[in-house]
């Protein structure tokens, strides 16, 4: 079991940059692929990034890439999000999420452990 905690989240202009944290509780962080997902108003929630256990291996949306970048810190407990050139069309609901399969994961349905989300609003 894993508790997931996101923070970051804000208001920022078109072009700014935010850099969202997902805290996870228990000893054993490093177990657990992460992924990152957003959910906008009257839209199905979506895919943004995720991470393998190492971090060795990365994937990204390709509405991010080379927009957005994913890391984390095993020493930490914690995943993070690095969103550069932000546009309106990345306002969402952010969440991250956690799965023991191995490796970087895109499908939402191998995900046991989510977050509660944080909100993330692009102003034109």
């Known amino acids: 079991q894993v508790q997931l905690v996101e923070s970051g989240g804000g208001l920022v202009q078109a072009g700014g940059s935010l850099r969202l944290s997902c805290a996870a509780s228990g000893r054993t962080f490093s177990r657990y692929g992460m992924g990152w997902f957003r959910q906008a108003p009257g839209k199905e929630r979506e895919f943004v990034t995720a991470i393998s256990q190492s971090g060795g291996s990365v994937t990204y949306a390709d509405s991010v890439k080379g927009r957005f970048t994913i890391s984390r810190d095993n020493a930490k407990n914690t995943v993070y999000l690095q969103m550069n050139s932000l546009k309106p069309e990345d306002t969402a609901v952010y969440y991250c999420?956690?799965?023991?399969?191995?490796?970087?994961?895109?499908?939402?349905?191998?995900?046991?452990?989510w977050g509660q989300g944080t909100q993330v609003t692009v102003s034109s």
């Open positions: 999420a956690a799965t023991a399969v191995i490796g970087a994961i895109v499908s939402a349905g191998r995900y046991p452990y």
